[in-house]
Structures are given as C-alpha cells and as structure tokens.
C-alpha cells in the first residue's frame, strides 16, 4: 500500500500544477453523477413496483452518506493523502453501482439502498473533499480558482450522466425512448447501465488517482510548510470545530444551499406555474424542461466564476454578494418574477450560480480562516452543513407549498410565502457571514505554527 | 507562500497536461452541448 501513501507521491520537481485540476475533476465528475439519479426515477419506480418516495430515498441515503463520511472521514483523507482517498472512492463508487445493480436485476429495493445509497454514498464523500485541500496546497496564490474547477465538475457530472444514462438505458433496452413521456428501461437494461457506469467510473477516477501529486515538501504533514490563514491561523480540526467562525460559515452553507434548493426542487412546475392564466401556462412544458438545464449551467458556471472571483475581492465580501444580493433577487423574484419570462430566468440564474458558488468558495475560506494544515479535515466537517440543508430545504418549501396545492397546479402568488421564507433564511446566512472574523489564537496549533514558523525562515535565509 | 515550487514553470510534458485535460475537457464539452440543447427549448419550445 506504500505507493498509496502521501509520502509516495511527492511531485518532483518541475511537475507542472496544472496537472492537478484534471485529476481532480476526473473524480468530480464522476460523483456528479449523483444529482443525475432522477433520470432513473420512472424506471425504477416500475422495476420495483414501488412509489417515488420509496425510490427517492436512495438519492437522500447517498446525500446524507456523502455528509456523514466526509466529516468522519475528513481526517482520514487529509492524513493518507490524496490518491489513497481517490482509490477508497473509486472503489466505493464503483462497488456502489455494482450492488445497487445486482439489486436491481433480483428485485431487491434494500440492496440498491444499501449499494447506491450507503457503499456509493460513503465514495461521495472521500471523493468529494478528496482532492480540495492538495488543490488548496498546489494553488496557495489562487486556492478559490483551484477549488472552484474541481467543484464546478461536481455541477458538470451531472450534465454528463443525464444523457449519458439514458443513452446506455436505450442500448440495453431498445424499446426504451428517452423522450417519451413516462418512458421507463427494463430492469435487465437498468442493472447494465449500472454496471457499465461503475466500472466507467472507476476506471475514470483511477486516473485521477494515477494523475494526482502533492507538491514538494508535502509528504509529511508533520515537516510540511503550511500556508496559515489571513491572521496566521494554523488550526487542526478537532480545535476549528470548537471556534465561532466554523459554526457561523455552518450556518452560511446551511442557508445558502438551503435557499438554492427552494427553487431547484420546483424548478420545472413552479415556472409553469410563474406563467398560467385561467388553468394554463404560457411555458410549455419542453420549455419548463430547458429551464432546468439553463439552471445546471447557472449551477456549474457559477462555481467557477465566483469562487475564482473571491481570490480578487475576498471571501467575505464574496458572501456578502451570494446572500445579500441572493437576498434582494429572491425578493424581486417573489414580488415580480410573473411580470416577465425573461425577468423570471434572469433572476433564477443568478441566484443558482450563486448556490453554486457557495460550494466552491467554502475551501478557500477555511482556509483563509484557519491555514491549510488540516484544512480537508475541516471542510469535510463543514459539509455536513449541506446534508442538513438537502434535508431542510425540500423540507421547507414542499411544507409551505403543501398548504396552498400541488406544484404543477399553482400560480405565481402561491409561491410568494416560500419565496419570502426563502429571503428570512438567506438574511439569517447574511448577518451569520457579517460575524465571522479571524480566529482566535487560543485555537491555534502552538507546536505546528512555531514549526511552521521555524521552516519559513529557514527557507527565506537558504534562499539569501 | 510555501517553500515548494508552486508556480508555472515546469519541466512536464505540455502534451501529457492536454492529454489530462482532453481527458476531461471532452466528457464536459459533450455534457454541456447536450444541456445547451435541451436548455435551447426554453427559447423555443
């Protein structure tokens, strides 16, 4: 297993940066396939003879898994180094699909729980913070850039395995039609695009692993020169979980990825429902269907252009504008989204990049806030902020909706009592980002900063 | 800034970074066109 190890994949010199994006993206992209799951929905629903909320399930069991293992797990990835996790992940991912097929193709809904949900769950979340904080250690100049085009492939993977999946469902059974309202694939065609996917995915994110290095002088994180935060922070994670600053950015993820859901969740009826007079809508339902797919661009695109824009104007200030602004448009949408199809896109759009740029930006403000030494540790800790929030804001908005009627047969002013609620959650995330300031230097780690310390000056006089 | 060499000169292979980027530049061009797509029905549809 040595080659697996941090120690075993120490750059040399001259290997180029540039190289770690890729084997980062390889596994985002990968695991993306996740926010895809629904293409499966009708055909599984059939398979099993089951409901939706039975086969819904599997998606949340794999949300709540990528929450739980990145916190637990967090320390684990940051201390056996990055193609260890990418390796643990791919075999999850994989293995996932594998179970969750052979449950498929025997008729057994647990299995697929069970594979899908927890096996490739649990590869979710290595996978996820796997290659986050080496990206942070390669890109010290421009850590919201670097983390920003791993994490705009977690957006992207999605946009692959929609029609990617149901390309193979069309191989395997050809009398399935993608297009079709209601089409559903046999199980037999189900479980081999399953296992096709696996083994695809493997393969792929073995790759990433094959490709990733740590930079020079990484190998061992007790001799390794960190970068501390702003103020010189340098915070193992069983001390930043105990600090203020990690439950305020808590509660800002929470909100923010609260917030986006809201209209994510509806977004096809609720903009049906933005446009109908007398029982009917203005927008189709194959226009309903494209505004989906310019939300996943929103979705991808804005994690890179945000995330990389906070390395220019800063990290607070960039979540001033995702919740403050993201506020102020939430509201507009609410008070005059029905005034215009074009009002109604352009506000959704910005408000989705802007949930997704709350994804990508998060590493670079741990690390402002407490330095890269276990700064993976950190933010697998922070994400379960995200499984709450996957949880809560369905939970929120298909409470509230509840009351008035069913999404699909709603009007605009329906909408304005989640959309309003909507603008309370993002001012509680605003006035939670206003708090954060630096971190005490009660919770630094002494013996690693006066380490650090130490290794930074003696570089600088080798270099005189 | 950290001791290690982080910056852009570098002595690996130009055509092994477009290689890796290919790698997942083509799967993420091929997901977008196919969202562009259906995402043009929006205008159209």
């Known amino acids: 297993m040595s080659r697996l190890d941090k120690s075993a994949i120490v750059a040399g010199p001259g290997y180029s940066r540039w190289l770690i994006p890729p084997a980062a993206l390889a596994v985002h992209l990968s695991i993306g396939q996740v926010y895809a799951f629904s293409v499966f929905k009708n055909s599984l629903v059939e398979s099993f003879d089951t409901s939706l909320t039975a086969i819904g399930w599997v998606f949340s069991i794999a949300i709540v898994m990528l929450g739980l293992s990145a916190a637990v797990l967090g320390t684990w990835v940051e201390r056996s180094g990055p193609r260890k996790a990418m390796l643990a992940s791919a075999l999850c991912w994989g293995l996932g699909f594998m179970v969750g097929s052979a449950g498929i193709a025997t008729g057994q809904l647990w299995l697929l729980y069970l594979g899908y949900g927890v096996i490739g769950g649990i590869g979710l979340g290595i996978g996820y913070i796997s290659p986050v904080s080496t990206l942070i250690k390669w890109f010290p100049d421009r850590p919201g850039l670097a983390t920003g085009m791993a994490i705009m492939g977690f957006g992207g993977g999605a946009l692959i395995a929609s029609p990617l999946s149901n390309k193979l469902m069309a191989v395997y059974d050809p009398d399935f039609v993608s297009t079709e309202p209601g089409a559903v694939a046999s199980a037999s065609a189900l479980a081999s695009t399953f296992v096709t996917l696996g083994i695809v995915y493997t393969v792929f994110m073995l790759i990433g692993a094959a490709l990733v290095r740590v930079p020079p002088g990484h190998g061992d994180d007790s001799t390794a020169e960190h970068s501390p935060g702003t103020n010189g922070a340098l915070v193992r994670a069983s001390k930043a979980i105990r600090t203020p600053q990690f439950w305020f950015l808590w509660v800002v993820l929470f909100c923010n990825v609260t917030a986006g859901i809201g209209i994510l969740e509806q977004a096809a009826p609720m903009i049906q429902d933005f446009f109908r007079e007398g029982g009917d809508s203005s927008v189709t339902a194959a226009a309903a269907g494209g505004f989906v797919g310019v939300l996943s661009l929103a979705n991808m695109l804005g994690r890179f252009v945000w995330s990389s824009l906070s390395d220019r104007i800063g990290r607070k200030p960039t979540y001033v504008m995702y919740l403050g602004v993201g506020l102020v448009l939430y509201l507009l949408l609410a008070l005059f989204g029905s005034s215009s199809t074009f009002v109604f896109v352009a506000l959704a759009v910005v408000i989705i990049s802007y949930y997704g740029g709350g994804f990508a930006t998060v590493p670079a403000y741990l690390k402002d806030l407490f330095g890269t030494l276990e700064v993976g540790a950190i933010h697998g800790r922070l994400l379960t902020a995200w499984a709450a929030a996957g949880v809560a804001g369905p939970l929120i908005v298909n409470g509230i909706l509840d009351t008035v009627g069913e999404p699909g047969n709603l009007v605009a002013a329906d909408y304005r009592p989640a959309l309003l609620t909507m603008v309370g959650v993002l001012a509680i995330g605003f006035v939670a980002n206003l708090m954060i300031k630096p971190v005490s230097e009660d919770h630094f780690d002494h013996d690693a900063h006066a380490a650090n310390e130490d290794r930074i000056s003696t570089r600088k006089e080798a270099v005189r | ?45």
């Open chain 2, 1 to 45: 800034m950290s001791s290690h060499d982080t910056s852009d000169t570098t002595t690996t292979s130009p055509a092994l970074v477009a290689l890796a980027w290919a790698l997942v530049g083509i799967p993420l061009a091929y997901g977008l066109w196919q969202t562009l797509v259906k995402a043009s029905a929006l205008f159209t549809g």
